[in-house]
């Protein structure tokens, strides 16, 4: 792109000021009345109830054990949707026989076994951990399972030529690197989907900033709710950073 | 010579075909010799190849290499028309993608991907990635795959069809001075007759449908600049008037 604001300085002021315009924006919102001033939070105050829910010793302690359930979660659901769909994808015969499951769980959302995961599992972080699970496995499941049925099969036949042959050791050296945009790109979307489980989730009671940001709610500090609103966002970007970053050394083998 | 290759009564037919694509094919290929396939697009030489490799199994007929496979070798190697680099391996890497099937000792190993990368000249830019590599780069590279399980024949299947023409010369020249000294028979399997004639020893034609050989003419001219060579032009019109 040629245009002025591709360069980075013009760009980034262009951003901060989209930034400014939105928060007056909701600033006057508030202020002119167009919406019920109860409901509506006052963005300028939103410092003052980040520093509060700092120094009550709520917010560190709240986002420490969402980052519990959402580690696990999204490992778990990670591993055996990579697992599942590597699988479903290279075996004919799991394949046939899983598809009709597959295609009847799928579309039944996480939080539907929010039922069965305080059933199981009490409200404890397992119980969050597992719903949370359920959303990154679907994602990781489709991702892989069209990332391998992708992989060019010019690449089986080279391998067979040069005498690779047994189904763990072409995983390992032509089915899993051939996929890794496609799978990695799944488990880069799942990292984000556990974030969107979590914070619902943990409404079955489970500490976390999902519950922080409902009680808060319950007594109309909707400040607070702010607050934890843009600490979840903080802690996703940075997720995301991390992972973004090992991406790119996975796949540096790829053309830019 | 004695054949270290022969392939007898071939007859190859895609699944569901009514008439087979190749009938009753069978050559013999010596030791070391340079065995150009001619024929238009479509007349099955590519899949030819692939039967002769083991790629692929014939309708009926047999392959068969006369020498017993060495420990660490692979009596057949092919090189792919679209050079077939591991994109995610660097050159070096996917030199040694060939050498995995076999068992070497890794000081084994490193010692064969230097021979061909230098054979190919290849040595200062084993640590790119095949996107970073030309045209006439990957081919090589796919060459020196091939030359590093020490084969028998290489077969080739249109190697340098993709690549411009000032590179398709270049890599000619380099494929021979390759040839002569890995001592390695090749079967070069092209649609450009000019190219058969000016490379090979002997060029087999094929075509009909279903195919066979239509002529097998030894090719007596001397090896190196032959397009300058009295009898060159006659001999590529007498091919092409086969086919």
């Known amino acids: ?256 | 010579m004695a054949p270290v290759l022969t392939a007898k009564n071939l007859t190859l037919r895609f699944p569901g075909a009514e008439t087979p694509t190749l009938r009753d094919f069978s050559i013999e290929i010596e030791r070391g010799a340079f065995v150009a396939l001619v024929g238009g697009s479509g007349v099955g030489k590519s899949t030819l190849l692939r039967a002769i490799a083991g790629l692929l199994d014939p309708e009926s007929g047999t392959v068969a290499l006369s020498s017993p496979e060495r420990a660490g070798q692979r009596r057949r190697a092919i090189v792919f028309q679209d050079g077939r680099l591991l994109p995610w391996r660097s050159l070096a890497a996917n030199v040694e993608y060939g050498l995995e099937g076999l068992s070497l000792p890794a000081a084994e190993r490193r010692a064969r991907i230097d021979e061909v990368l230098s054979l190919t000249r290849l040595d200062h830019l084993a640590d790119r990635y095949p996107h970073q590599l030309s045209g006439g780069q990957v081919q090589r590279a796919g060459i020196a795959r091939a030359l590093a399980v020490r084969p028998d024949v290489l077969l080739m299947d249109e190697p340098f069809s993709a690549v411009d023409a000032l590179t398709r010369g270049a890599l000619q020249d380099e494929l021979l001075r390759i040839w002569e000294a890995s001592g390695a028979a090749i079967l070069f399997v092209t649609h450009d007759i000019a190219e058969a004639a000016l490379m090979s020893q002997r060029v087999v034609v094929l075509a009909g449908q279903p195919a066979s050989i239509v002529r097998d003419t030894a090719v007596t001219l001397p090896l190196h600049e032959r397009r300058a060579r009295p009898g060159f032009a006659e001999l590529v019109e007498d091919i092409q008037g086969a086919l």
């Open chain 1, 1 to 256: 792109m040629s245009t002025a604001l591709s360069s980075g300085p013009r760009r980034a002021l262009a951003g901060a000021a989209g930034l400014v315009a939105f928060v007056l924006l909701w600033k006057a919102a508030g202020t002119f009345g167009w919406v019920n001033p109860g409901t509506m939070p006052d963005p300028f105050a939103v410092p003052a109830a980040a520093w509060d829910e700092i120094a009550s010793g709520r917010l560190l302690p709240a986002v420490g054990s969402s980052m519990v359930h959402y580690v696990w979660g999204l490992a778990l659901g990670s591993v055996l949707g990579v697992a599942v769909g590597l699988a479903a994808a290279t075996m004919p015969r799991l394949d046939a026989a899983h598809a009709w499951l597959a295609r009847i769980l799928r579309p039944i959302p996480p939080l539907a076994w929010v039922v069965f995961a305080i059933a199981w599992f009490k409200v404890s972080h397992a119980g969050a951990a597992f719903v949370i699970s359920i959303g990154v496995f679907w994602v990781n499941y489709f991702a892989t399972y069209a990332a391998v049925r992708n992989v060019d099969p010019r690449f089986y036949e080279l391998a067979r030529a040069f005498g690779h042959g047994g189904y763990f050791k072409l995983n390992r050296s032509v089915t899993l690197p051939a996929a890794s945009p496609g799978i990695l790109s799944g488990l880069r979307t799942g990292v984000g989907q556990a974030w969107m489980t979590l914070i619902a989730a943990e409404l079955l009671g489970v500490p976390g900033m999902g519950q922080e940001m409902n009680a808060a709610a319950g007594v109309g500090a909707y400040e607070a709710v702010v607050v934890y609103m843009l600490a979840i966002s903080l802690v996703y970007t940075l997720s995301d950073a991390v992972f973004s970053f090992f991406e790119e050394r996975i796949l540096s083998w790829r053309p830019s």
